[in-house]
């Protein structure tokens, strides 16, 4: 059943599938071993999408179809990428879902494609670019990529599983090696990673190893690294049900740090869901306004401030219409705003496949608009801090450049950035960006 999940999901048409496996999986009442095989099932194939169809061009007679592509990306994940399935159960399981949703004729050709994948399999880097598989001990027998010599950028594409028009912006940015660092991490799934809360890491460590959680110190002093297929265990611990462990990365922790909010202050979330930020601010005894434009996720806010003690001092309101909130003279505004997610590509791998010239235009504008609206509800001697977990530079420092130039009762107290490095030796970081800026008296 797991496998016709996972293709209903990717076909399902969502920009964002890796975000349903969380309601698929309840609805189906699935196991956590079941639900961990889902969560890798639909990652995989986003974060391995061009690499999937690399391979699907080499494997498959002529150009099939939506339906049965998926089915057949969604075996070769499991022979290719995914060490704790049989080949035997990949292609068993996987037939008897593609039986059950495109026909015997149909589940004959993928068991065909299948077993022409595994004879195509070779242990080991063969030295070969072209056939050497990125992040696996893995090669294909056959060449499978274009030659990075004559076209890294398409190599890159099809090899490492990244928009090219992505790779060659951050070549030109960070030159060739960080930039194929950068996509190389993004392959990965991230670990799972956690903030303790009035207690210290050492003390969440000990109470995880109760459920078999084993965990190591991250980069910030509160944050401990789990892996992701510890994730159920996490959620129904008594620290996580209790409020002593949350659910947040340091790069998000970081920023929320940076805003400075004191006690007694009031301060306004302007895109507060999920809620991570808010609650910060609020633990350090400021009084948020936390807002947003989706109900659900403002329900899922105050569940949080709950657990975590501080829903007294946190206020929630849905933004009609994306209009904010008319009142003014706040101490603080902290947006953290949608962007292109380029700094966390591991965790939401499907918005490397949204990137490109029409969504840069559509996030420009809205930025613009929300960070001017922000601005506009800070008092005297307030502050307004920018926030995303993007690395491009038109979201995130040219962006303040430009407001700066607009706004000389603003100056820029402090900002930094961060790329993402899931090899660092303090633990996986994500990348992102936080600007500190403070309206003149």
Not at 16 to 38: F, K, M, N, Q, W
Not at 275 to 297: F, H, I, R, Y
Request: hydrophobic share 40%; glycine share 8%.
């Amino acid at each position: 059943m797991t496998r016709r999940l996972a293709w209903e999901i990717l076909r399902s048409g969502s920009s964002t599938p890796t975000r349903l496996v969380g309601a698929v999986a309840d609805r189906e009442g699935l196991d956590p071993r079941d639900r961990g095989l889902l969560r890798r099932l639909v990652g995989t194939d986003v974060r391995r999408r061009a690499t999937l169809n690399a391979m699907l061009r080499e494997l498959a007679r002529g150009k099939p179809n939506r339906d049965l592509a998926t089915i057949l990306r969604i075996g070769l994940v499991q022979l290719y990428f995914l060490d704790q399935v049989p080949d035997h159960a990949a292609v068993s399981e996987t037939m008897r879902a593609a039986l059950d949703v495109l026909g015997p004729s149909k589940a004959k050709y993928v068991n065909a494609v299948l077993r022409e994948a595994i004879r195509r399999r070779r242990s080991g880097h063969s030295g070969d670019p072209k056939r050497d598989f990125i992040g696996r001990d893995l090669h294909f027998a056959d060449d499978l990529f274009r030659d990075p010599s004559e076209h890294p950028y398409l190599w890159a594409e099809d090899a490492l599983s990244m928009p090219s028009a992505l790779v060659k912006r951050w070549d030109k940015r960070h030159g060739r090696e960080r930039a194929f660092a950068l996509c190389e991490g993004a392959l990965q799934e991230p670990p799972l990673s956690l903030r303790c809360v009035g207690v210290s890491s050492e003390t969440i460590a000990s109470e995880l190893v109760v459920h078999d959680v084993s965990t190591v110190r991250g980069k910030h002093e509160s944050v401990l690294i789990a892996s992701a297929s510890d994730t159920s265990a996490v959620l129904t611990s008594n620290a996580f049900r209790e409020g002593r462990v949350t659910v947040q990365g340091a790069a998000a922790l970081r920023a929320a740090e940076l805003a400075g909010a004191r006690s007694g202050e009031r301060w306004l979330d302007l895109c507060a869901a999920p809620g991570g930020k808010t609650v910060v601010l609020a633990a350090a005894g400021a009084s948020v306004l936390a807002c947003d434009v989706d109900e659900g996720k403002l329900d899922r806010l105050r569940q949080t401030a709950e657990r975590l003690r501080v829903l007294d001092r946190v206020e929630t309101r849905l933004l009609e219409g994306g209009a904010p909130p008319a009142e003014t003279d706040f101490d603080g505004v902290f947006v953290d705003a949608p962007c292109s997610n380029t700094g966390v590509l591991a965790a939401r791998p499907d918005a490397r496949w949204r990137f490109g010239p029409a969504q840069r235009h559509e996030l420009g504008a809205l930025q613009t608009e929300l960070l001017e609206a922000g601005a506009a509800r800070v008092r005297k001697g307030g502050t307004l801090v920018w926030s995303t977990c993007s690395i491009e530079p038109e979201e995130n420092g040219q962006l303040i450049k430009a407001f700066l130039e607009r706004h000389d009762d603003y100056e820029l107290a402090l900002e930094h950035e961060i790329l993402p490095d899931p090899a660092a030796d303090e633990g996986p970081v994500d990348g992102g960006y936080a600007a500190r800026l403070v309206k003149r008296a």
